[in-house]
């Protein structure tokens, strides 16, 4: 079964304007990352951030992590529309670095 | 250096064939990893290699499908007798090493038809 969640499944918004998705898991983990993914075929790693992390930031990425919640946000600032692409949270919660990832989320950033 | 990569990008087959994949890691990566996605799916993992270790096969959905890491390097997922659910993109991603906070480099996948 998938660990994450992401929430919302689509989303679709304006050139210029921030996009948000939050992602929901549901045991303790090591760290959490996201991925993109364009035209369902491979994946791009753009960040991580540790149990004992709060919030990271990546050039116009931010990610925050709340633990006692167990969500996590994604916010990307004056998104453009080479954003454009599926965005998946992956939980690593054991020992072998395994990635449980959750069902992602579908940006649409319109020129 | 080189990415991980995969062949075929593409592969059609009829239901009862076998197939092979394949995943070249990226060089000096010790952990690989394979997921499957369905349409419009997240990532399902699979199976794991690490060293010499025994592989984790937890994920693997069936007997018909199987793998194995050669020299600690190249990977091939089998799939015998496939059936149409087998359909699926199936990624490899290889990393420096096993365990925490290790990010993983995706191939570009193999886009499996089973007809």
């Known amino acids: 079964s998938q660990q994450g969640e992401e929430d919302p499944q689509a989303l679709s918004i304006q050139e210029g304007e921030n996009a948000t998705m939050n992602c929901s898991y549901k045991?303790?983990?090591?760290?959490l990352q996201w991925y993109r993914q364009n035209s369902g075929r491979g994946l791009v790693h753009l960040i991580l951030?540790?149990?004992?992390?709060r919030e990271k930031h990546s050039g116009r990425l931010r990610v925050t992590l709340d633990t006692s919640k167990k969500s996590s946000s994604l916010l990307i600032t004056a998104s453009r529309a080479a954003d454009t692409a599926s965005y998946f949270c992956?939980?690593?919660?054991?020992?072998?670095?395994?990635?449980?990832f959750g069902q992602g989320t579908t940006l649409q950033v319109k020129p | 250096g080189a990415g991980v990569s995969q062949s075929p990008s593409n592969k059609v087959t009829e239901k009862g064939k076998d197939v092979e994949l394949r995943c070249d890691p990226i060089?000096?990566?010790?952990?690989l990893y394979w997921y499957r996605q369905s349409l419009g799916q997240g990532l399902e993992f699979l199976i794991y290699?690490?060293?010499?270790?025994?592989?984790?096969k937890s994920g693997l959905p069936s007997d018909r499908f199987s793998a194995e890491r050669t020299g600690g390097s190249v990977s091939t997922l089998t799939i015998q007798r496939t059936q149409q659910e087998d359909s699926a993109v199936y990624l490899c991603?290889?990393?420096?090493?096993?365990?925490?906070?290790?990010?993983?480099?995706f191939g570009p996948g193999t886009r499996l038809t089973v007809l």
């Open positions: 992956a939980t690593d919660s054991g020992n072998t670095g395994k990635l449980i």
């Open positions: 991603a290889s990393s420096f090493d096993r365990g925490r906070n290790n990010e993983q480099f």
């Open positions: 060089s000096g990566h010790t952990a």
């Open positions: 045991t303790s983990i090591n760290n």
């Open positions: 951030i540790r149990s004992n992390e």
């Open positions: 290699f690490q060293g010499n270790s025994a592989p984790d």
